[in-house]
Each structure stands twice: as C-alpha cells, then as structure tokens.
C-alpha cells in the first residue's frame, strides 16, 4: 500500500457517477486484487490503468492498493445531501489498507450525516473483524458481493454487521443462487457482466432472484443485462424497470 505525496493533493475530487444505484463516487482509497471469480474482468482495473495513462494523480500507481488522505474529508463540503458509493475504484476492507484509515473513513461518513454512504466489500471476514471498532451511523448502508452460489457465506458475514441497511451487490451474476437467505436483508442489486469477456447471465437467473425478492419483501433492484453492449442490452426485466430501493436515513 503505498500512501500519495501531499504534492498531489490539487484536483482530488468525488465524480458524479453513471452508476443506476447511486448518485457520486467517493474513492479514498484506489486499488485492489482479485479474490473471486466475480472479479476476472474487474471494470475498476481496466479504468484505474486508463486513468494512470491519461496521467491522473491518483493513479499514479495504477491498480496497486493506494490510500489517499488528501480525500478523506471531501465529502464534509458537499453541502446537497448525496448518494454516495466509497471506493467505487477498491474494496474498504482490503488487507493492504490500515485499519486506522478505515476507521477515518468511517468518521467521516459519521460526520457528513446528511449523506448517505454505500460500502460493498468481498472481503467480508475482514468486515466482521473490524465491524465492533467503529461506529455504524444510520446513513452507512454496508453490502456485500455474492456473484454465486460460491460465496453466500458473505451474507453470513453481512449479518453480524449493525449497519442501518443492509444489502447485495449479485453483479456479475454468474450462475443461479436458488437457496438465497434474505433474513435481515434489505436491498438486492442484480446485473450482468458488461465490457470486454463479459460472461452471460441467464433471465432464469434473475427471474428466480426477483422471486426469492418479492417472497421476502426485499427490496430489489435490477441493473443491467450486460454484455458487451450493455446500453444495447439494456435494464429492462418482463417489460420493466425495477429500481426498489431502502428508505434513506433522516439526516
């Protein structure tokens, strides 16, 4: 983990996002590796080594896991209330990140309470390890990626976290999860693989989640359908969009 010289602070910034279930991006923190198989054509890795050649300050190391101090307390001068996705370019609970930079960035989502903060991780041992040594204000909402089957020891993990909303990131969907436990689950987020070797995603896939969704009273959100054209491709699931999201803490 390498930290970024101070003489590169001028021109950190949150970025509004293109992203469906959220409004901004807010990236203390760049980098990461690959752990499952949801991550073999991670999005953040082809943009990170974009970024670098454009010759972007924060990645000056490309992909390699860097924490950036200089943007920490970026989201305490928005003054609109937001929806923001942290570290849309990395994965909080990374090994390479210090616990104590965690916790600052858990501090400062605490401190712009008018906002609302959504954490995904795959690291979700960590997650629990770390969950007692801060305080889970009711705009952190925490979620977790289970591309298959494979990890739905994740939502385990999910649950032993006192986040206010808790939810599911099923991007890539990669195979049917047809045994899906949405005890104490908020939201599920669907969506297929986009970009260069994007994997297919069946309808069945996502019908039988939609199901498991409504059966449960979960909250369910359809992304995209993905591909290598997904504007193409669209986000329309039996004719319609499917945009159900929690309700936002009161500030």
């Known amino acids: 983990m390498k930290p970024e010289p101070a003489s590169l602070?001028?021109?950190?910034?949150?970025?509004?996002?293109?992203?469906?279930?959220?409004?901004?991006?807010?990236?203390?923190?760049?980098?990461?590796?690959?752990?499952?198989?949801?991550?073999?054509?991670?999005?953040?890795?082809?943009?990170?080594?974009?970024?670098?050649?454009?010759?972007?300050?924060?990645?000056?190391?490309?992909?390699?896991?860097?924490?950036?101090?200089?943007?920490?307390?970026?989201?305490?001068?928005?003054?609109?209330?937001?929806?923001?996705?942290?570290?849309?370019?990395?994965?909080?609970?990374?090994?390479?990140?210090?616990?104590?930079?965690?916790?600052d960035i858990f501090s400062v989502m605490q401190e712009a309470h008018r906002h609302q903060f959504q954490v995904l991780t795959k690291r979700s041992q960590r997650m629990v390890e770390l969950s007692g040594h801060f305080q889970w204000s009711p705009n952190v909402w925490m979620g977790v990626t289970v591309e298959s089957a494979n990890h739905l020891n994740r939502i385990d993990d999910l649950r032993k976290v006192p986040a206010n909303v808790r939810f599911l990131s099923m991007e890539p969907l990669l195979g049917p999860v047809k045994q899906l436990n949405l005890t104490n689950i908020d939201w599920v987020i669907v969506g297929g693989e986009s970009g260069p070797g994007a994997r297919p995603m069946k309808n069945e896939w996502v019908l039988d989640i939609r199901n498991q969704c409504i059966k449960s009273g979960t909250d369910f959100f359809f992304k995209q359908w993905g591909g290598v054209n997904k504007k193409k491709a669209g986000r329309l699931l039996e004719g319609r969009t499917w945009d159900a999201m929690p309700k936002l803490a009161i500030a």
């Not at 953040?44 to 920490?72: D, I, S, W």
């Not at 609970?93 to 616990?99: L, S, T, V």
Request: a positive charge; glycine letters at 6%; charged letters at 25%.
């Open 9 to 103: 602070k001028k021109g950190a910034k949150m970025n509004s996002s293109k992203i469906e279930w959220t409004e901004s991006t807010w990236n203390p923190v760049t980098g990461c590796t690959k752990i499952s198989e949801g991550c073999r054509n991670c999005y953040a890795e082809r943009m990170a080594k974009r970024l670098q050649a454009m010759g972007q300050a924060n990645y000056r190391n490309g992909f390699n896991v860097t924490c950036h101090p200089h943007v920490l307390k970026m989201p305490t001068q928005w003054k609109k209330s937001k929806m923001i996705f942290v570290n849309s370019m990395s994965d909080l609970f990374h090994e390479d990140i210090p616990d104590g930079f965690i916790f």
